[in-house]
């Protein structure tokens, strides 16, 4: 228990702020110091105090566990977006295939229709020309 005294005056930490980052309630250390730990115990507690001493702090199951529960969370919100996404992206593109598609049909039409011109300008260019051709001849 010595050693523990030494290690927690060594960190320059309340016992309340350090049994906080043990991840335990604030009278903890005060607990301990009253009924004891068995040698086995002792040991854990200083590795403990070690990571604390470090910086760290030391979680308990239940923190570890609602920090993981609020990740999956978040990272299940995460793909749910991204689903959505998904699916917006692919509705647009739905669309914008079917735009290209009435552009492809109009811009055949236009195409059509110039053919029908350039054949009839060149008919009547014909055309004139004969006629030009008669009137120079006759």
């Known amino acids: 228990m010595n050693q523990i005294k030494l290690k927690i005056k060594e960190i320059g930490l309340s016992q309340r702020e350090i049994s906080v980052r043990l991840g335990k309630n ?3 250390l005060a607990g301990v110091f009253r009924t ?8 854990e507690l200083m590795g403990e105090l070690e990571i604390v001493a470090g910086g760290g702090t030391v979680q308990s199951d239940n923190q570890i ?3 993981l529960s609020q990740k999956l969370a978040d990272a299940q919100d995460a ?14 593109l739905t669309e914008t295939q079917k735009y290209l598609l009435e ?8 195409e059509s229709k110039y053919r029908v011109v350039l054949i009839s300008n060149y008919v009547l260019s014909l055309v004139i020309l ?6 120079v001849l006759a």
């Not at 004891?36 to 040991?43: C, E, F, R």
């Open 26 to 28: 604030t009278s903890y």
């Open 36 to 43: 004891g730990l068995s040698t086995a115990k002792q040991a």
């Open 79 to 92: 793909g749910i977006k991204a689903l959505e996404g998904y699916g917006i992206a692919r509705q647009q």
């Open 103 to 110: 552009a492809n049909q109009e811009v055949e039409q236009i």
């Open 65 to 67: 566990i609602a920090e």
């Open 130 to 135: 004969g006629v030009s051709i008669s009137w």
